[in-house]
């Protein structure tokens, strides 16, 4: 069991450069933790996130850290260029040291994609051209792709990857046999999320395909050989229930107002499987709030039951404060995590974190 950290990184109610330095501290207390791999989103037109460009701050984070793996779930491939993105993806890897981790998909939002004056009916085909011309440019020395948004003709491509043959690709597993086929036949993790059913029932589907797609993986000379099935869910640890509900609960209407914010601007509703309301979540098991040994208790119950190996936690959330969400990590940390056949403990000292 690896365990990592999933960040919105919403917009609060202070300056920004306040929200990157603590996220910072965030994602350094989680290294010193043992946390697998930390990653953010990518969202526009929204205070949903303060990451429109992960590539830059990844960048930064990637200067304040030494062992966490970094990476984005996901890179909006059709509003990028490809060989802006992969020459963007090849300076990510070697500034972090091997550490990147590359997040695909094919996004939402019709709104975020209005945005940029982009259609998202055709966001399939966009998305599919992208990742064609990353998997060429990561293992050709000069580029050529005529296609129906690219053409690329013998272009150089004198940067590569620090990793060999090229960082892990990862994938939003949604349900349904085609959104399996393509992260089992690229060769790619996964991290999924929605009510405990679903989860379990696209992760199943997901190792049948994974085993179906072998013969057809080979061409793509994929790094993941055993892939990482992840599960996200928010999460908040406090001393006891009581006090997790208390802070938890308007953390998480504040969240969701974040979530809804564009959807509602512009008249319409949000496709994602995620109960808006702190109760309805907390049943369907997307939210897990309480002391450690209910949250220790609630994720084996979910980990025995839908076969995961990697637990994505959204610690950060909503009106938590800094110091709250500090003392939430370092309660899963410590009490938590060593349940769940987790990492060793912390490297080095470190104390309190509040």
Not at 108 to 127: I, K, Q, R
Not at 169 to 180: I, K, P, T
Not at 185 to 193: A, E, I
Not at 268 to 295: F, H, K, N, Q
């Amino acid at each position: 069991m690896k365990f990592g950290i999933f960040d919105y990184i919403d917009r609060r109610d202070e300056p920004l450069a306040k929200t990157y330095e603590d996220r910072f501290a965030l994602v350094q207390a989680a290294e010193a933790f043992g946390f697998y791999g930390y990653h953010v989103t990518e969202h526009h037109a929204t205070p949903l996130s303060a990451t429109p460009s992960p590539a830059v701050f990844l960048a930064a984070a990637a200067q304040r850290t030494r062992t966490i793996r970094l990476g984005a779930l996901l890179f909006l491939l059709p509003l990028y260029h490809p060989l802006r993105l992969l020459e963007e993806l090849c300076m990510l890897d070697h500034l972090s040291r091997g550490r990147l981790d590359i997040g695909v998909g094919r996004g939402v939002s019709p709104y975020e994609f209005a945005s940029f004056g982009v259609d998202l009916e055709d966001s399939g085909d966009a998305f599919d051209e992208v990742l064609e011309i990353l998997h060429k440019g990561f293992r050709e020395e000069r580029l050529n792709h005529h296609g129906k948004r690219f053409r690329l003709d013998d272009v150089p491509i004198p940067m590569r990857p620090y990793q060999q043959p090229y960082p892990p690709f990862w994938y939003g597993l949604r349900g349904g046999d085609h959104a399996s086929q393509l992260p089992a036949r690229h060769g790619m993790n996964v991290v999924t999320l929605g009510p405990e059913d679903r989860v379990a029932k696209n992760i199943k589907r997901f190792r049948e395909i994974w085993a179906e797609e072998a013969p057809a993986r080979l061409r793509f000379n994929s790094p993941v050989k055993d892939p990482i099935v992840g599960v996200m869910r928010t999460v908040f640890v406090g001393e006891t229930d009581e006090e997790a509900a208390r802070i938890a609960a308007p953390a998480y209407h504040r969240w969701a107002e974040s979530l809804m914010w564009l959807w509602k601007d512009k008249g319409g509703v949000s496709p994602l499987p995620i109960p808006l309301e702190y109760d309805a979540a907390r049943a369907a098991g997307t939210l897990v709030a309480g002391s450690p040994d209910t949250v220790r208790r609630e994720l084996a119950g979910q980990i025995e039951r839908c076969g995961y190996n990697y637990q994505v936690v959204q610690i950060a959330f909503g009106s938590l404060t800094h110091a709250q969400e500090m003392r939430s990590l370092e309660l899963f940390a410590k009490n938590v995590m060593p349940g769940l056949c987790g990492p060793a403990p912390a490297k080095g000292r470190i104390g309190s974190l509040v």
